[in-house]
């Protein structure tokens, strides 16, 4: 929410299982080619992420048993910001169905499962009935939202994508809890609520909150947050200490212990919150936070808002969660994918591909700004573009550094990608140097929802399309996806453009080596000189040919896009 996350044999066996089983269906190839392609050294999941963003309730719908907990409703309108039913046990049934390994995602970013307020607030200009659907209005970090469904429901999922070589990821936010709305005062603070308050609406809501009362302490209360109510300091005005959209703002930063806020200590009754002793709001939330991590196995975070919090603070999240980790993998020696530490992106609006200080506290990777609203289409914008990733990460990986970027073409607080562009920019994206992130239907087509002029990014949140997905492009995605988690050469090889017409490029790293033409139609000749010696066999990844390089080139019938990897 930018307001304006050494393999052990079982665990690769596993992951190479579920990626073979899935491989897309290609054409048929002669009996004299049938060899297999070069198996290169399989990378660590920090070489080559290619994350699957889904926001979690508009994805698929398991358990439609849960859709209105805690009294939620739908607004019987246009319903932009209301739940919408997806939930974990629907992304379970989509991992059961091979959806995942299908595309080549080797993990899943879902939105932060934990408790969210239970009511609504003003959406857009006071335009429509704004719920906490998308994980960033916390309430209560140490119990599960039943919207999203029960623990056994996240266990089953976790296991389910682990056992598939597929890591998990929470998105998590250590800036601010949510607002106090209406419904969850009404349930635990009803004081701060004026007589009459049950007949709110969308346009009289603040009215019905009595925001001059000294009541406001048994909220979140003033060591915990700025907010401006009475017993709060106010709000900055630099990044760290600002209220975000008004929001309440977490004092990391203090180093004075507090005690468990009045509300979950005295009112809540389901929490599992407890106080901590010379503990500070800083470590509550770490401990809360990396608590998922020790008991269910969550491989890694993408960290909201990030330039927002203090550096030592994502240092310590990272630390902990680390040590959380390789606690829950040392029991559950049958259920982790492999030994690979705690992995951490963040938001950092509007950042792009240069290694700074977060990557030296805690971040291995940051969501890439920059991507989106490059010349995805032009080849010749695209081997610019490709030049500079690839140099770019390589030298800030230079001695050992941590240094990746996740690159996407679509996102939940900016635009989708055009939805008749999306052969060529999946392609772009697919094929580009460092990380990747797959939001969710921008593989298969999904089209924009309803927006208000006051809020347009809801439109970016629409139902997933599984009743009428765009064959052709999810198809294409398949094949770059299943190309691309074969091959860590795309994401950390050494770049080198190889010829125009078409346009082709070649990336090397260690004994991986590959040569790509996004847009390639029809019978065309690609330059493999200094990647595959003359005589030997490659295979077209994308059309299933294989064929014989000869003058330091290969003929063939191209299908709109060349893939090459070697064939022994």
Not at 72 to 92: M, P, S, Y
Not at 211 to 223: L, Q, T, V
Not at 332 to 357: L, Q
Request: glycine share 10%.
């Amino acid at each position: 929410m930018a307001h304006q996350l050494r393999f052990v044999c079982i665990g690769l066996f596993a992951m190479l299982l579920a990626a073979c089983a899935t491989t897309v269906p290609t054409a048929p190839i002669s009996a004299e080619h049938q060899e297999k392609p070069v198996a290169p050294t399989v990378p660590g999941f920090a070489d080559n992420p290619i994350v699957y963003f889904a926001i979690t309730d508009r994805f698929f719908n398991g358990n439609p048993a849960n859709d209105h907990s805690y009294g939620r409703q739908n607004d019987g309108k246009e319903e932009i910001g209301t739940f919408h039913g997806g939930d974990l046990a629907g992304v379970t049934a989509k991992l059961k169905a091979g959806y995942f390994t299908q595309l080549g995602v080797n993990a899943i970013w879902i939105t932060a499962p934990y408790e969210q307020i239970h009511g609504w607030v003003q959406g857009g200009n006071a335009e429509f009935k704004h719920y906490a659907y998308h994980g960033y209005y916390a309430l209560d970090y140490t119990r599960l939202d039943q919207n999203m469904g029960t623990p056994e429901e996240l266990r089953e999922m976790v296991d389910t994508a682990h056992a598939q070589g597929i890591r998990v990821l929470f998105d998590i936010v250590m800036n601010h809890p949510g607002y106090a709305d209406i419904q969850t005062l009404s349930e635990y603070l009803p004081e701060l609520l004026w007589p009459g308050w049950e007949k709110y609406n969308i346009k009289n809501y603040h009215k019905q909150i009595n925001y001059n009362s000294f009541d406001f302490g048994k909220w979140w209360g003033g060591d915990w947050v700025r907010s401006g109510l009475p017993g709060y300091p106010e709000g900055g005005t630099d990044d760290l200490t600002k209220q975000l959209a008004y929001l309440p703002d977490f004092r990391t930063e203090s180093t004075e212990p507090v005690k468990l806020p009045f509300f979950l200590k005295e009112r809540k009754k389901d929490t599992a919150a407890v106080d901590l002793p010379n503990t500070t709001v800083r470590g509550y939330l770490v401990k809360w936070l990396t608590g998922w991590v020790r008991e269910y196995g969550i491989d890694g975070f993408r960290c909201d808002t990030a330039k927002h919090v203090e550096l030592p603070a994502w240092l310590e999240l990272k630390q902990t969660g680390t040590a959380a980790l390789a606690d829950w993998k040392a029991r559950n020696p049958a259920k982790k994918i492999d030994d690979a530490p705690f992995w951490m992106v963040g938001e950092v609006f509007p950042h792009g591909v240069d290694r700074d200080a977060y990557f030296d506290n805690g971040f291995d990777s940051l969501l890439n700004f920059d991507f989106q609203d490059r010349k995805l289409e032009d080849s010749s914008g695209l081997e610019r573009l490709y030049a500079d990733y690839a140099s770019r990460l390589a030298d800030g990986r230079a001695n050992g550094k941590s240094f990746d970027v996740l690159s996407y073409i679509s996102s939940h607080d900016t635009k989708l990608y055009p939805r008749d562009h999306l052969i060529d920019a999946g392609s772009a994206l697919l094929l580009a140097p460092g990380g990747v992130q797959i939001f969710y239907g921008d593989e298969s087509g999904r089209q924009a929802g309803p927006a208000t002029s006051g809020d347009p990014q809801q439109a970016t949140r629409s139902d997933m399309n599984w009743d009428h997905p765009d064959a052709t492009v999810l198809a294409h995605w398949q094949k770059l996806g299943q190309f691309r988690i074969h091959h860590v050469a795309l994401s950390r090889g050494a770049h080198k453009k190889l010829g125009d017409a078409p346009y082709a490029f070649s990336r090397i790293y260690g004994n991986d080596r590959v040569v790509a033409a996004p847009k390639a139609s029809g019978s065309v000749t690609v330059p493999v000189s200094g990647v595959f010696k003359d005589g030997e066999m490659v295979r077209d990844a994308y059309s299933g040919i294989s064929v014989k390089v000869s003058g330091g080139a290969v003929n063939l019938v191209a299908r709109g896009t060349v893939l090459l990897e070697s064939m022994n």
